[in-house]
DNA sequence: GACAAAACTCGAAACGTTTCAAAGATTGCC
DNA sequence: GGCAATCTTTGAAACGTTTCGAGTTTTGTC
């Protein structure tokens, strides 16, 4: 009763069945320009008695697969779903499919093995990668960058307004009462000065916000870093300081719930302010209550497929999209002690 | 400056720079054997120098696009996380990538897109496809079905041991002096008895245990309905009642989740008990502390993995495996008012 | 009803790999 | 040194699509 590995249909059994070319049933299936009626009508029945469906193989071995790789640093960061989610409301409708790659390791590598004819198209969130490999690698297959500042040729980006929503964060800070306010982020490689990753730009305003209010010596900064150290681990370090911050500004929603974590290991849960980015769906939660800056990545996701699916049909200028931002302010914005 | 989209390396480009036949690059790249190390050399040379990469779709044409699909209903999933790991660390060190189609929609039809040549084996959880039609399936690609209790000819099944599970879950209730525990889970068409689902066990084993308590009659199943109903509106109806639960035993952690949403929104944090399923890593945050069944995420998909890379290299026989479970009691398991 | 234009259909060549049988080179053995 | 056995290497034929130019039929116009 075992099935053995079965050859599948081809275009050449519909053909055949329909009594008509190959070339016509490529053309029926691709809805192209130039075909009767009637032959239509054959063919779409042999289709369907036969139960065709295309190789992808084949098809992108010709030109087309009608896939759009997504490509995601880590496997976990929540903001991803919500790009996700647009990505594929986008392209509803279209014969293209949102499939997901998870770097996990060296960034090159999985947009590369993206880029080896497995997808038309590829949205991805790399700050590390450098602008020239990118621009080289737009040269085979349409990039679209999230969360990058720069300017390319070759290639579109999507970003959040990353100077407004950092500067939302650090003016409700202030008007609670906030003076020692620490920012929390991603290792140094991820927030260059000028490298143009959202988490420069946060970092960037978090100074510039501190020194602007005179508050320059109280300016302090803490990291995760991969393995080594845990977001908790850094936030702790910070509260255990002599003269700790009243105030924790997370780079993201991520780093926010392991700054909770840590403020409330501390026992201090409703002395210290916490306040994340990206507005992922835990923040809502009554539990996490996290005060948060939405920049409608749901959004974002959609406009990059779009784009993708613009340049697939001949566009090359480059575009840019820049998402607005928007706090939500929640449970977390506890006033400092007067 | 504009970068045409440029042809890109092939193979025969190797070949020709290392002087030697197509055939002889596809063997080195392959590590297939009969090559002389001279070629070998040659050849190595040849494809660091131009910067060779080899064509998915063309690969995939011919046999293998070393690709492995993971199916996802949900993008949100937390579980499916773990098992991504699990199966990316299953395939690392092999030529093997895993990428992630959630589905999101009809799992028939993601699961065929994937089949269609895209990927030479699928992971997938879809308690709803029959089994008919997955036995056809893994007739033309390799099939591991995460959370199918059934007993296929064709394809592999990783399960977690749902009955234990639940029965812990239960045992746990139980001993905390519970007795009015209500079970809040998917919604009908994926606990159908008999089904094999998941959660038809849990459910099942938690109406059984109900009645070996001699509480048949305090059971209560409370289901969340794609839109119409969250889960958090389920369980704010639970805790209306006249005489409502002092437990709720979750089918998993994301109902659990918005079980515990209701339950603070109605102010009854500290006195309704809250249990969920799968251990996530949320469940150990210190806000969230959810007593919950960990069935091994990471292990299970590392199986799955490896039963795929296996059928690659020919077993034909079916494999099962089943995780260990293991409960994690944490702040959730409130005592019931004595 | 003749002729041009438009609409339709087709055959064959590509796309970049892997595989298979066969040719060519080398080794071992007596 | 000759012959068989083994090891290397190769050319050509797949894999299943799309595309392109050319051939065939239909339509429209006078």
């Given at each position: 009763?075992?099935?053995?590995?079965?050859?599948?249909?081809?275009?050449?059994?519909?053909?055949?069945?329909?009594?008509?070319?190959?070339?016509?049933?490529?053309?029926?299936?691709?809805?192209?320009?130039?075909?009767?009626?009637?032959?239509?009508?054959?063919?779409?029945?042999?289709?369907?008695?036969?139960?065709?469906?295309?190789?992808?193989?084949?098809?992108?071995?010709?030109?087309?697969?009608?896939?759009?790789?997504?490509?995601?640093?880590?496997?976990?960061?929540?903001?991803?779903?919500?790009?996700?989610?647009?990505?594929?409301?986008?392209?509803?409708?279209?014969?293209?499919?949102?499939?997901?790659?998870?770097?996990?390791?060296?960034?090159?590598?999985?947009?590369?093995?993206?880029?080896?004819?497995?997808?038309?198209?590829?949205?991805?969130?790399?700050?590390?990668?450098?602008?020239?490999?990118?621009?080289?690698?737009?040269?085979?297959?349409?990039?679209?960058?999230?969360?990058?500042?720069?300017?390319?040729?070759?290639?579109?980006?999507?970003?959040?307004?990353?100077?407004?929503?950092?500067?939302?964060?650090?003016?409700?800070?202030?008007?609670?009462?906030?003076?020692?306010?620490?920012?929390l982020t991603e290792p140094e490689e991820v927030t260059a000065p000028g490298s143009g990753t959202p988490h420069s730009i946060r970092l960037e305003v978090y100074r510039q916000c501190m020194a602007e209010a005179g508050l320059g010596h109280l300016t302090r900064v803490a990291r995760r870093h991969d393995n080594a150290v845990p977001a908790t681990r850094a936030a702790a370090e910070l509260l255990a300081e002599p003269d700790p911050p009243t105030a924790l500004f997370a780079g993201h929603d991520d780093i926010a719930l392991d700054a909770l974590d840590a403020v409330v290991t501390a026992g201090l849960r409703d002395r210290i302010a916490v306040t994340g980015y990206d507005n992922t769906d835990l923040a809502a939660h009554p539990l996490i209550d996290l005060t948060s800056v939405d920049q409608q990545g749901v959004e974002m996701g959609a406009q990059a497929a779009t784009m993708l699916l613009e340049r697939l049909q001949g566009r090359t200028e480059p575009r840019r999209y820049v998402a607005a931002t928007n706090l939500h302010v929640r449970g977390s914005s506890i006033r400092p002690p007067s």
């Open positions: 009763m075992s099935i053995k590995r079965g050859r599948s249909v081809t275009i050449s059994d519909v053909a055949e069945a329909a009594g008509v070319s190959r070339a016509a049933v490529s053309k029926v299936i691709r809805n192209a320009y130039g075909v009767s009626p009637g032959m239509r009508a054959r063919v779409e029945t042999a289709i369907e008695e036969l139960g065709y469906r295309p190789s992808v193989a084949a098809r992108a071995l010709r030109g087309s697969s009608y896939r759009l790789g997504l490509e995601t640093p880590h496997i976990n960061a929540r903001f991803m779903s919500q790009i996700m989610q647009g990505a594929k409301q986008a392209v509803a409708g279209t014969p293209y499919q949102v499939i997901l790659a998870p770097a996990d390791g060296p960034e090159y590598s999985t947009l590369e093995s993206l880029a080896d004819g497995l997808v038309d198209g590829i949205i991805a969130v790399s700050p590390l990668v450098d602008t020239a490999w990118l621009e080289n690698l737009a040269g085979r297959v349409p990039v679209v960058m999230l969360g990058r500042h720069d300017h390319p040729h070759g290639y579109d980006t999507v970003i959040g307004d990353d100077h407004a929503g950092a500067r939302a964060v650090m003016r409700h800070l202030f008007e609670l009462g906030h003076r020692r306010i620490a920012h």
